[in-house]
Nanobody, 128 residues
Framework: QVQLVESGGGLVQAGDSLRLSCAASGRTFSSYNMGWFRQAPGKEREFVALIMWSGGSILYADSVKGRFTISRDNAKNTVYLQMNSLKPEDTGVYYC?????????????????????WGQGTQVTVSS
């Protein structure tokens, strides 16, 4: 069983930065596609960013492109989300998720249903 634990959330002002971390258990982390999602109160969970198992392919939601950076350190079983120039609309609970990539392909997992493991989330609040 893979467990994911997010950390790094907090309360910041617009324009500030935060770095989220997601630590994963297991021996096969390097084979997982990893994603970040977020959910604001009263809204559905939305895709934020993903990084494929190879580390060479990434994808961002248009709303965060140019401001957020996803990265991974396979030696530490950790994926990161660097968030710069934060806006109030970035407020929400941020979740990391792992896709076991059982199909062994290069298809980007854009939907939450494509992920097998989820963390408990970390709260990010951006004030104006």
């Amino acid at each position: 069983q893979v467990q994911l634990v997010e950390s790094g959330g907090g309360l910041v002002q617009a324009g500030d930065s935060l770095r989220l971390s997601c630590a994963a258990s297991g021996r096969t982390f390097s084979s997982y596609n990893m994603g970040w999602f977020r959910q604001a109160p009263g809204k559905e969970r939305e895709f934020v960013a993903l990084i494929m198992w190879s580390g060479g392919s990434i994808l961002y939601a248009d709303s965060v492109k140019g401001r957020f950076t996803i990265s991974r350190d396979n030696a530490k079983n950790t994926v990161y989300l660097q968030m710069n120039s934060l806006k109030p609309e970035d407020t929400g609970v941020y979740y990391c998720a792992a896709d076991r990539n059982n199909d062994g392909g290069s298809r980007f997992p854009l939907r939450g249903s494509e992920y097998d493991y989820w963390g408990q989330g970390t709260q990010v609040t951006v004030s104006s």
